[in-house]
């Protein structure tokens, strides 16, 4: 009670002496600095497991624990979640998104630490995903709890969750812009200066965390040394196309494997199925274990041959086009072995099986290229290497700004910003054409449930049906009598519309107007002659709840020019919604989205 009392002193202390501006300054910091701390928890415990168990255990005793690692650290994964947390810990990007379009930005308190204790075993024992998606849910979900405990309304609540994202992306890869505009074209954040000051400062305090855990230490230790000629511009846009139809052969591959476990039904099931595939898959192709990080270095620094050593055909790999097949069989396979991951239970993330299939589909182009001598001068192979990255990244999870300055940062590639920039915006063109909606937002997108730019598709989104439905409207059966409809619903209703709706099945047969039987109510004469089916009409437009989005309805209400809907849900009527009560609803979330305190 005390503590308590203490923490009401220090927020009625706060609301005096520090705006709310300096306030969301100060979290935002706070934020950046435990996400980045999330990010070094996550990144230490991950390589420790790792370390321990492909170090050890495989190279000195036997190959065949890459097979059963990734199912002994599924089903740790599994009873974890089951007996630990006692929750399932979803997705992290996807959760995030579906908080902040659904749940007005609120996280459950378990999420800030349910990544923390099955990524780094699900990555640590073989899984074939990366730690960013794991970090970024960590980070917003701490971002949404100390907003909620500092009594933040929605929209600040939002952006401490972008700035907590900033801030596990800038700490994890020590790109402190690319991280920033990570957080805005992914969740959609509004760019202003209002909002860009707390992203600044979440992303630099994460980073200077990394910096003292891990000193200079980086993901892709590697500077461009190959400059850009004009001449290679037509290939780099080839790339771009090959990046799309890969992008595209990415998200179709990861949404039919999780639409086949979705069908699964059973935990137990999926982690059988998802553990044997995943084992099986990295006892064949060693690479496939964990995030990737080491084949992509290898690539970058033309030595692939270090990366598959040992592989299962024991091929030549002085044989260039061996050592092509070999890296294409990689990347055919990566995306399977990932989507096994989650679909057996595995939490991770997408970020890293992307760099990875980006870096091999750069390098194999440009070592054709030079191997068939298709130009008189050899192109840049770790060029198209770093390029390839940045253009599936645009591609699979459209944010071509983000791929762009990712890569540079990471490599102080700001030479190479031409070629960034051309197979970024081409792989991404193409594959929105193709697929709307990436991988992290392709479930929202079809539910219509996702944020978007559009401010007016972002207030709809956030607006709850159910709070605009109203059920206060007096049912009337297609067997009554006008006499019966007058005594039993006119005279006890005080709205001026009657559903008409199946005595057994409840389902809605039609509507009824006030003005249909103004002109023959007191005649009393028709009173057992005129029956319900004889007056009532067909709504203009009918509401599906759980299937007609708010876009939907708001289009339904332009296109009948109809004041009130009936509302239907499976088959059955459940209430109306009128269009002063939407138009209501609609201008208040408008006011909460543009409020900030």
């Not at 390589?47 to 255990?57: A, D, F, P, T, V």
């Not at 960590?138 to 969750?161: D, V």
């Not at 020590?174 to 505009?181: M, Q, T, V, Y």
């Not at 970020?351 to 182009?365: D, E, H, K, T």
Request: proline content about 4%; overall charge positive.
């Amino acid at each position: 009670m005390p503590k308590r009392t203490l923490f009401k002193r220090f927020l009625i202390w706060r609301a005096k002496h520090i705006s709310h501006k300096q306030f969301v300054y100060i979290l935002s910091v706070v934020i950046g600095f435990a996400a980045g701390m999330g990010a070094v928890v996550l990144k230490n415990l991950t390589h420790y497991i790792q370390s321990l168990l492909e170090g050890k255990l495989i190279e000195q005793y036997h190959h065949a624990f890459y097979f059963l690692f990734p199912i002994l650290g599924l089903t740790l994964v599994y009873l974890i979640m089951k007996y630990v947390i006692r929750h399932q810990v979803s997705h992290g990007i996807p959760s995030t998104l579906l908080a902040i379009s659904k749940r007005k930005g609120i996280m459950k308190r378990f999420q800030m630490f349910g990544s923390i204790l099955t990524a780094p075993i699900t990555v640590g024992f073989g899984g074939s995903v990366g730690l960013e998606g794991p970090t970024v849910a960590t980070g917003a979900a701490l971002g949404s709890n100390i907003s909620r405990m500092f009594h933040m309304n929605q929209t600040t609540r939002t952006l401490l969750i972008g700035c907590a994202a900033a801030g596990a992306m800038s700490s994890i890869f020590k790109a402190p812009i690319a991280a920033i505009i990570f957080a805005i074209e992914v969740f959609s954040l509004d760019l202003t200066i209002a909002s860009m000051l707390p992203l600044l400062l979440a992303s630099l305090s994460a980073i200077l965390t990394s910096y003292f855990f891990f000193g200079n230490d980086v993901i892709l230790p590697f500077r461009i040394e190959d400059k850009f000629y004009i001449s290679d511009a037509p290939i780099y846009m080839l790339l771009g196309v090959i990046a799309a139809f890969v992008s595209i052969y990415f998200t179709e591959v990861y949404d039919r494997i999780h639409k086949l476990f979705d069908k699964l039904g059973s935990p137990i099931k999926k982690l059988l199925v998802g553990g044997v595939g995943i084992g099986i898959l990295v006892f064949l192709i060693p690479p496939l274990y964990g995030e990737g990080f080491d084949v992509i270095n290898n690539l970058i620094l033309g030595t692939p041959g270090k990366a598959l050593q040992g592989n299962l055909f024991n091929l030549d790999l002085d044989n260039i086009w061996y050592v092509i097949l070999l890296l294409i069989g990689l990347l055919v396979f990566k995306i399977v072995a990932s989507a096994l991951t989650f679909g057996a239970g595995g939490v991770g993330g997408i970020f890293a099986p992307v760099l990875f299939m980006g870096s091999i589909m750069g390098f194999c182009m440009s070592k054709i290229v030079n191997h068939c001598g298709l130009f008189s001068r050899a192109i840049s192979e770790s060029n198209f290497t770093l390029v390839g990255m940045a253009g599936l990244l645009a591609g699979v999870l459209h944010a071509p700004l983000t791929a762009i300055f990712l890569i540079a940062e990471l490599t102080g590639g700001y030479e190479l910003f031409i070629p960034l920039m051309l197979t970024s915006t081409i792989s991404f063109g193409i594959t929105k054409y193709f697929k709307p909606h990436s991988v992290y937002t392709m479930e929202l997108g079809r539910k219509g449930e996702l944020i978007t730019h559009d401010k007016d598709h972002a207030v709809l989104t956030l607006m709850d049906i159910n709070k605009v439905i109203e059920t206060n409207f007096v049912p009337i059966n297609p067997e009554m009598d006008l006499e019966q409809m007058i005594n039993k619903a006119v005279i006890k209703s005080k709205r001026n519309i009657f559903p008409v709706v199946d005595k057994e099945t409840k389902g809605l047969k039609g509507i009824i107007l006030l003005d249909d039987l103004r002109p023959i109510m007191f005649d009393r004469t028709l009173y057992h002659e005129v029956m319900a089916t004889h007056v009532m009409q067909k709504p203009p437009a009918v509401i599906v709840l759980d299937q007609d989005r708010m876009t939907d309805i708001m289009q339904k209400f332009q296109d009948s020019s109809a004041w009130n809907l009936p509302v239907t849900k499976n088959g059955v009527y459940y209430g109306f919604i009128s269009k002063s009560k939407l138009l209501t609803a609609y201008r208040r979330q408008l006011i909460a989205l543009q409020v900030d305190s």
